[in-house]
Structure formats: C-alpha cells, structure tokens
Nanobody, 124 residues
Framework: QVQLVESGGGLVQAGGSLRLSCAAS????????VGWFRQAPGKEREFVAA????????YYGDPVKGRFTISRDGANNMVALQMNSLKPEDTAVYYC?????????????????WGQGTQVTVSS
C-alpha cells in the first residue's frame, strides 16, 4: 500500500500563488507516476499535472499549462505543485494520486492510490 498526504491548500486572491505538497509513504517504489487532480463542486474530477518519480518528464492539463509547475523530491518521497496566477475557476479540492504503471494517463480511474485532498479557494 501507498499512503499520500496533501498539504498547503488555503484561501488566496486571484492572481496569487499557492504551493501544494504531497508526502508519499509505504511502498512508493511500486509506483512510477504521481499526479494531481482537482474536483470542484458538481464537476468531474479533473487531471491537473503528473510527474514520474524519476523526474524524466512532466505532463499538464490544458487549463493549467504555463501557470502550474509540478516537481518531485525523490529522496524524500515528496511531490509539489506550485500554482501561480491563480484564477477563481481553480477553486477545487486538490488530490494527490499515484499510479503503478509507467505510462501517463489523465483519467482518474487509472490511478491506484489517492490522498484525502486539500481545499484551494481562489477569491475574485
């Protein structure tokens, strides 16, 4: 099993920044990709970004390209999501997820482990 714990959410004004962190523990060596998803009330869970533990590449959803940056600290099993130029439509619960398979996927059903989520609220 792999445990994921998110932190760093909060309330920020539009145009501001937040940094989310995901701490992974357990059998992390069994996973290859860590991603971030978000879910706003009444909406589907949406892919945000993903990275391989090897750090060899990253992948972003279109709504966040150029504004969000995902990074990892493999030695400490941490993944961060730096969010800049935040917009009210970025408001959602943000989830960290891990995937055993090596291929990038944007559908949430393809991820094997999930954190509890952290709330991000962007005011206008």
């Amino acid at each position: 099993q792999v445990q994921l714990v998110e932190s760093g959410g909060g309330l920020v004004q539009a145009g501001g920044s937040l940094r989310l962190s995901c701490a992974a523990s357990g059998r992390t060596a069994s996973t290859n990709i860590v991603g971030w998803f978000r879910q706003a009330p009444g909406k589907e869970r949406e892919f945000v970004a993903a990275i391989r533990w090897s750090g060899s590449s990253t992948y972003y959803g279109d709504p966040v390209k150029g504004r969000f940056t995902i990074s990892r600290d493999g030695a400490n099993n941490m993944v961060a999501l730096q969010m800049n130029s935040l917009k009210p439509e970025d408001t959602a619960v943000y989830y960290c997820a891990a995937r055993r398979n090596y291929a990038y996927r944007t559908d949430y059903a393809a991820y094997d482990y999930w954190g509890q989520g952290t709330q991000v609220t962007v005011s206008s």
